[in-house]
């Protein structure tokens, strides 16, 4: 049962709008003709929802907003009136309304409308609320970012418990722009490092703080804006559910999350996340490059965060390193915000060969760890025999073109038996990955 508190001066309005509401069983309205009797009412007894207008005798619906702020009452605000323009619902939304409504000449249709927002209004409060029974921290890494880092560490929400922003030695105004910040945020811990340690060390920096303040969910958000905050919600229920450890961005998943991302970058990123499936067993992950994440505690506090790789290519090395344990990773899809200002450090060409050699000791690594060390399998000997033949396969081959063009040679048989070595090892490194597929469905809580 969902209970609304409905401020209307006009009786005839406040009538008909009840009627219409509590059509719906869900909902229990409680209705009020003034202000000083809703504030009163408000003072006895917790609503989950306030629905009001704003022209009333006393005060208006946006000045009731912030006396409700100033006493310290959240509850999900309203604005459901007539008279009103694009100045007040922008003021409105400003001042904390959770929605605003302009009343139309289709009652059927605004009512519908003003139900279903309730009903928003309510989910938000409560999902809020449970976000708020767990310490979520976010990691802010800060290269440089003077232009956006203000306006980053403004929109996080409130329900986060802490913020962790770590200034990884830049030499612009960041440093002083996150201490104004903390100054009207108690939440922000600055953490600063003296020498330029990369976008990965100072994410473990934030992980190593998130650890000793027993933060239950970390997320990473960059502090360039990018990330929008809004769909937080998204990648902290699979960890409070436990249905996941490790909740991952995803804008590649259709034309509008791509939408902002250059041609260049996306088939970048595409052959990068092949790579990474294959090294880090995450098959499903669709953007494994994407830096927006959310990690459990039990999943920190099992990794080694002094070996996270602390560049660029940290995500993909996390992955990895979370397979070989045995912890669940989730996609979640959201959209990016690009071109508003922020500068890329990363250069494409030798960020490409780094993180693929990162990638190929990391694939190895993982064979070892998961499959040899923690739990033997034997698709390590699918992977062996496949390594093995295909490049059998390659040098037979070669050497028989070195016969046919020096000495003559006949090559239907020896090139026969080449491709016939090159398919058998392929069947055994793709039954390899077949294996390594099945493993990953059994990961997890």
Same mark, same amino acid.
């Given at each position: ?9 006009? /009786? ?16 229990? @309205?409680?209705?009020? %003709? ?71 000449? $289709?009652?059927?249709? &605004?009512? *519908?409308?003003?139900?279903?927002? @309730?009903?928003?209004? *309510? ?51 960041? /440093? ?27 994410? *473990? ?19 360039? !804006? ?13 960890? @409070?559910?436990?249905? *996941? ?26 052959? #990068? ?32 965060? $002094? ?6 290519? =940290? ?17 979640? !899809? ?8 922020? @500068?890329?450090?990363?250069? !494409? ?8 050699? %990162? ?11 998961? =499959? ?18 295909? #490049? ?6 070669? =050497? ?18 080449? #491709? ?18 099945? &493993? ?6």
């Amino acid at each position: 049962m969902i209970s609304v508190l409905l401020v209307e001066d006009d /009786p005839d309005v406040l009538e008909l709008t009840r009627l219409f509401l509590e059509r719906d069983l869900e909902l229990n @309205i409680d209705p009020c %003709l003034s202000v000083k009797e809703a504030l009163r009412k408000l003072n006895h007894k917790i609503y989950n929802v306030v629905v009001s207008d704003y022209v009333m005798p006393e005060i208006n619906g946006i000045q009731l907003l912030k006396t409700l702020k100033f006493q310290g009452i959240d509850t999900p605000f309203i604005i459901f009136t007539g008279k009103g323009g694009e100045e007040i619902a922008i003021e409105a939304l400003n001042s904390g309304a959770t929605f605003y409504l302009q009343k139309s000449e $289709n009652p059927r249709f &605004q009512f *519908a409308k003003l139900r279903k927002m @309730i009903y928003q209004a *309510a989910l938000k409060q409560q999902t809020e609320e449970t976000f708020r029974e767990n310490n979520i921290c976010v990691v802010i890494p800060a290269y440089n970012e003077e232009k956006l880092i203000g306006t980053t560490l403004a929109s996080v929400p409130d329900y986060i418990f802490r913020i962790y922003v770590v200034d990884d030695a830049s030499t612009d105004r960041t /440093p002083e722009i996150i201490h104004e910040s903390a100054e009207r945020d108690t939440r922000l811990m600055h953490i600063r490092h003296e020498i330029n340690q990369g976008v990965g060390a100072s994410i *473990a920096s934030g992980y190593r703080e998130a650890l000793k303040e027993s933060m239950d969910i970390a997320v990473v958000m960059a502090g360039d !804006n990018q990330m929008d905050p809004s769909y937080l919600p998204d990648f902290l229920d699979p960890i @409070i559910k436990r249905q *996941a450890d490790y909740a991952v961005g995803n804008c590649l998943q259709g034309p509008e999350y791509r939408k902002g991302m250059k041609k260049r970058r996306f088939f970048g990123n595409a052959l #990068l996340t092949l790579l990474t499936k294959i090294a880090s067993g995450y098959w499903q992950l669709m953007d494994p490059q994407n830096g927006y994440t959310a990690i459990s505690r039990r999943a920190l506090e099992r990794i080694d965060l $002094n070996k996270i790789y602390p560049r660029y290519g =940290y995500c993909n090395d996390i992955l990895v390193k979370l397979n070989a344990y045995g912890f669940k990773a989730k996609n979640i !899809n959201h959209k990016p915000r690009y071109n508003i200002g922020e @500068i890329s450090e990363r250069k !494409n060409r030798t960020f490409t060969f780094r993180l693929s050699w %990162l990638l190929f000791r990391d694939f190895f690594w993982r064979l070892k760890e998961k =499959y040899v060390i923690l739990n033997f399998h034997p698709l390590v000997f699918f992977y062996f025999f496949g390594v093995v033949i295909i #490049l059998i396969s390659i040098i037979f081959g070669f =050497y028989s073109l070195y016969l046919k063009l020096v000495w003559d040679q006949d090559l239907l048989v020896r090139g026969a038996l080449s #491709l016939l070595l090159f398919f058998m090892g392929s069947m055994f490194l793709l039954f390899a990955m077949l294996f390594d597929m099945e &493993q990953e469905r059994n990961v997890g809580w």
